[in-house]
């Protein structure tokens, strides 16, 4: 799931209308966002395995603070509540914190066996990434769905919000089909980096939407 994941985040708009795209794409990827970070130093694992799905060669077999759904609960009512420290808004620190949560919930839906429940405890997943029809399927719904509610509840100030929203969802949609073709990187800690290169996509976020009103 990647696509899928900013498709809530565009989609969250409507709940939360003063809340900035950013934000929201900050929240829908946090697990994702922190994750390279603890692969990097070392703390979470990954092993490149070709084949072990049919859409992602990635084994994730120790990742429990960001992909436990224990800790991914406790991460949501953090930033949830972080959010909430720093807006007053509890509908929209609600809207950030179900977000996080949300990221455990769809990545509950194309991973194999691999999501512990707590650390150590049971794995879970519904495999999706072995079914890649219905799987592109619904990830492309939940994208398309969440740009239409993007859109449908906020206007362009300018032309960098005219443009500059739709240059996001290009980006976005082409950088997707481009991994689904790109094959298994060189090494982990390659991966990683270029996971990092996600955080990009919260200024982006922030940036246009601040030319919609």
């Given at each position: ?76 009512g953090l930033v949830g509540g972080l959010y909430y420290a720093l ?125 919609r009103a």
């Amino acid at each position: 799931m990647f696509i899928g994941h900013f498709g809530v985040g565009l989609a969250a708009k409507k709940l939360a209308p003063r809340t900035s795209l950013g934000a929201l794409f900050f929240a829908a990827q946090f697990l994702d966002l922190f994750w390279p970070i603890l692969l990097l130093l070392g703390i979470e694992h990954v092993r490149i395995a070709p084949g072990i799905t049919k859409m992602s060669p990635f084994d994730f077999y120790d990742y429990p603070i960001t992909h436990s759904l224990l800790t991914a609960s406790i991460w949501s009512g953090l930033v949830g509540g972080l959010y909430y420290a720093l807006r007053r808004s509890a509908r929209a620190a609600w809207v950030m914190g179900l977000a996080v949560l949300s990221h455990w919930l769809l990545d509950l839906l194309v991973h194999r066996p691999d999501l512990p429940l707590w650390p150590g405890g049971p794995k879970v997943g519904l495999g999706l990434w072995n079914h890649w029809v219905l799987e592109t399927m619904l990830e492309v719904a939940i994208f398309v769905g969440g740009a239409w509610l993007y859109l449908s509840v906020t206007r362009a100030r300018d032309n960098i919000g005219r443009y500059g929203i739709w240059a996001l969802l290009v980006f976005l949609f082409l950088g997707w089909v481009s991994s689904l073709f790109a094959g298994a990187p060189p090494n982990e800690r390659s991966m990683a980096w270029g996971a990092l290169s996600m955080w990009i996509l919260v200024p982006w976020g922030w940036w246009v939407d601040q030319h919609r009103a």
